[in-house]
């Protein structure tokens, strides 16, 4: 049978569910692996079945199997390295940026912390297949290693994994890039030609509006993910006492901010948020103690994951770009989907086509900070399309 090995290398800390001991994971859990996988092949098969989701569904399960149809594809036990789980938020006390984005996995000390898998480290996928592996497949891999990662929060940069080398009957058919220009080359290979600009993908898929950046690069990956963090806590919060932090605040939402007062004061509310877009559920929490929560109403659940993905890639030993990847697609199923809008007991419901709001996202990583003519990311770049 064809045989393919697919070693990873864990670039940041990853939160896991999977077989532990005290302070070690016992094995990673190849359905966790197959899960990542099934996701990354869907956003690249969009380009191939289009809005024939059906077909998409049935070749899917051919692939990687369903309740009706065996696999063709078997993922086996995980190979890997010794590591530690470290359940002490201390790697993180210094980096602002990255408790924001972890924001629920890094509780204060006072609180149960939550275990996490120390990076980097190795370990390796095996599978088998009952005839030639889909290339598609192969290249789902690929891009799991250049944009992607596993584990909770893995949207925001936890997690991020970078692959050391794909090989098929034991020969190397494929390594990552070490170098910028090979990783734009790699892309282009890759992924699918924009289409009708007009369009958007009924779920996260590499559409015609889907945009890679490069927010900058540095030799270390903590201070490069921290200042991605930071970035992003400025331009999203509100703040208290005109201030995020020991910075003030740029309030670049004060509507937002002044739309869930109104909820707070049983209001009427006729929109969601702007900061919806970046998914869902959100909680808003006001220093005069009230909140207010933001939740897609279900089906086909209570979350709306995030459009824009935070990866943090190494080129080389010494050397790591921080990537920004946006995925504009239909943001809640359902010909006429609504968010509702709870604040104490009342609850307002609004419309959950809020599509127009991903300028929202691009104006974070392609604008200013505000009140200044400084860009947010001085070495942005655009590296798809």
């Known amino acids: 049978m064809p045989k393919l090995e697919v070693t990873f290398q864990l670039v940041t800390p990853a939160f896991l569910e999977g077989f532990k001991t005290e302070k070690q994971y016992l094995r990673l859990r190849e359905t966790s692996i197959k899960g990542l996988m099934r996701f990354w092949w869907r956003a690249l098969a969009y380009a191939q079945y289009g809005d024939n989701i059906s077909q998409l569904h049935d070749r899917e399960a051919e692939v990687f199997g369903s309740t009706k149809h065996a696999a063709s594809v078997m993922f086996l036990p995980s190979e890997h390295e010794p590591l530690m789980v470290e359940d002490s938020p201390k790697l993180f006390e210094s980096y602002m940026g990255i408790k924001y984005l972890g924001y629920g996995l890094l509780p204060p000390s006072a609180k149960q912390p939550i275990p996490y898998i120390k990076a980097p480290w190795k370990f390796t996928i095996r599978l088998l297949s009952q005839k030639d592996f889909d290339p598609l497949l192969i290249d789902a891999f690929k891009i799991l290693g250049l944009m992607g990662g596993m584990g909770r929060r893995s949207r925001r940069g936890f997690g991020s994994l970078s692959i050391v080398d794909i090989k098929q009957q034991g020969k190397v058919l494929w390594q990552s890039p070490h170098t910028l220009t090979d990783l734009i080359r790699t892309l282009q290979e890759i992924l699918p030609k924009p289409g009708n600009p007009h369009s958007l993908p009924p779920y996260t898929a590499f559409g015609s509006q889907t945009a890679i950046y490069v927010l900058g690069h540095g030799p270390n990956v903590y201070k490069l993910w921290d200042e991605v963090g930071t970035q992003f806590q400025m331009y999203r919060s509100f703040g208290r006492n005109g201030r995020v932090g020991s910075k003030p605040a740029e309030r670049n939402f004060q509507d937002d901010h002044d739309l869930m007062q109104k909820a707070l004061s049983h209001q009427p509310i006729q929109?969601?948020?702007?900061?919806?877009?970046?998914?869902?559920?959100?909680?808003?929490?006001?220093?005069?103690?009230?909140?207010?929560?933001?939740?897609?109403?279900?089906?086909?659940?209570?979350?709306?994951?995030?459009?824009?993905?935070?990866?943090?890639?190494?080129?080389?030993?010494d050397e790591y770009i921080a990537l920004a990847s946006v995925f504009p697609a239909k943001f809640l199923p359902n010909e006429e989907p609504k968010i509702t809008i709870r604040a104490n007991n009342q609850t307002n419901l609004v419309s959950g086509s809020i599509e127009q709001e991903y300028s929202v996202i691009t104006n974070f990583i392609t604008g200013t900070i505000t009140n200044t003519q400084k860009s947010r990311f001085p070495e942005l770049r655009c590296i798809w399309p």
């Open 271 to 317: 929109h969601a948020p702007r900061r919806s877009i970046f998914g869902l559920p959100q909680n808003y929490r006001f220093s005069s103690g009230g909140s207010v929560s933001v939740i897609p109403k279900g089906p086909p659940g209570d979350r709306r994951a995030s459009p824009l993905i935070f990866h943090l890639h190494p080129l080389t030993s």
